[in-house]
């Protein structure tokens, strides 16, 4: 296929060191897999990228993280809209951030009234925004001597001012980390023991996890994480000193997630058949609802163009033109795009810049793996698009 010479190339002018993509349809059929060059650059590893490397997935977690949600409304024990504020007084503990003194080297915020909810958390509605995307956060954090998103715990990492009230606006945060420990609190266990007797061992998966270094058997078939330069540039360097988890040890349900992109695709495509080993029709049909009402909507709209670091975070290669919205699932390109992908196709990737897509209208799905930073990058992200418009041309919906 076309789009294996671009990732080739890719390979030869060393911008990318390794890769694995999978592609099937609703019917649980794989139409593509494939995987090429070296899973790590490090001098002692030689071991070829396959489909059973073992890649941290990053933000690729908070789909299993939304169902694992859903699960729990289905078995009662969560509501979407009931405030989990009483759960977690110390999420939104420190007010709405308005502003910042740089005299005084204080924030200045204002109480919030709003309970935030399970639904909010999920839709990032919340008014929580990761403290390092947001000037005023940073600020907040360094009046502190503290280091953004840095600690063990999602309370350490993530209790941060809000941005905005819930539910008035859209921001990328950590609600799926809260919503993992919600998941935890009221099953009693971790979310990795959770999603291991809930969603992974259902499915026959074994290769996802949130600890992969009391995993024996993943330590020869791990990524390492590889680097281009600032302006996304080869060749790639080894990043021996980045932690993606920065010094994370909870379960992290927004983006803590280590899996072969084999095992993710099986969770994928149960997703895009609606399985019902995993969520009754209701809930999957919650999942993948837009949420956002148009107020929300438009926010979303507008952050994702409101500079360049969030369209390279945010945008998936899509033209801004194209509305989205946002599902528990993920966002929602509201329309379509000539020869890659239906309306309604949801989209959602990793920090490494890892990418999935569910295209309802062919009926496709697929994975994009590789663990390559800066976050998201364009040149990257552009060969998984090209992976995308090739199977959406092999096995998508014929013209007439």
């Not at 010479?5 to 890769?19: N, S």
């Not at 925004?129 to 063990?152: C, H, I, Q, T």
């Not at 998941?183 to 009693?188: L, N």
């Not at 390279?312 to 194209?322: A, E, H, S, V």
């Amino acid at each position: 296929m076309d789009f294996e010479k671009v990732y080739e190339k890719a390979l030869e002018d060393k911008t990318l060191p390794g890769y694995a993509l999978l592609a099937g349809d609703k019917n649980g059929k794989i139409l593509y897999s494939g995987a090429k060059g070296v899973q790590s650059l490090r001098s002692d590893s030689s071991r070829p990228f396959q489909l059973d490397t073992i890649c941290a997935i990053a933000s690729m977690t908070k789909l299993m993280t939304s169902v694992a949600a859903l699960q729990c409304v289905e078995a009662g024990l969560l509501d979407l809209d009931k405030s989990v504020s009483d759960v977690f007084p110390e999420m939104g503990k420190y007010g709405i951030i308005t502003g910042f003194d740089d005299e005084k080297n204080e924030a200045t915020t204002v109480p919030n009234h709003t309970p935030i909810t399970l639904r909010m958390l999920l839709s990032h509605t919340n008014g929580h925004e990761y403290d390092w995307f947001n000037p005023l956060l940073m600020k907040w954090r360094a009046s502190r001597g503290e280091e953004p998103w840095v600690g063990p715990t999602v309370e350490q990492k993530s209790t941060l001012p809000l941005i905005f009230e819930p539910g008035t606006s859209f921001r990328y945060g950590a609600g799926s980390d809260w919503a993992g420990k919600l998941v935890e609190k009221v099953t009693g266990k971790t979310l990795d023991a959770y999603m291991s007797e809930k969603i992974w061992e259902p499915l026959g998966i074994k290769d996802i996890t949130f600890y992969p270094k009391k995993r024996p058997d993943m330590e020869d078939r791990m990524a390492t994480i590889s680097t281009l330069n600032e302006q996304g540039e080869g060749p790639a360097a080894d990043a021996p000193d980045f932690d993606i988890l920065f010094g994370g040890t909870d379960c992290l349900g927004g983006g803590g997630a280590f899996a072969s992109s084999k095992d993710y695709f099986t969770f994928l495509q149960a997703v895009l058949r609606r399985d019902s080993m995993l969520l009754d029709d209701a809930s999957w049909t919650e999942l993948f609802k837009p949420q956002l009402n148009e107020q929300c909507k438009k926010a979303f709209n507008e952050y994702i163009t409101s500079s360049p670091l969030h369209k390279q975070y945010l945008g998936m290669c899509i033209p801004t033109d194209i509305e989205k919205t946002w599902s528990f699932a993920g966002m929602i390109c509201e329309k379509g795009q000539e020869g890659r992908m239906s309306d309604r196709t949801i989209f959602w990737g990793g920090v490494p810049s890892m990418a999935w897509y569910l295209d309802f209208g062919a009926g496709l799905c697929g994975v994009a793996a590789c663990q390559i930073i800066p976050p998201m990058s364009p040149s990257i992200m552009a060969l998984h698009e090209q992976f995308q418009r090739g199977i959406y041309q092999s096995f998508g919906p014929k013209k007439k």
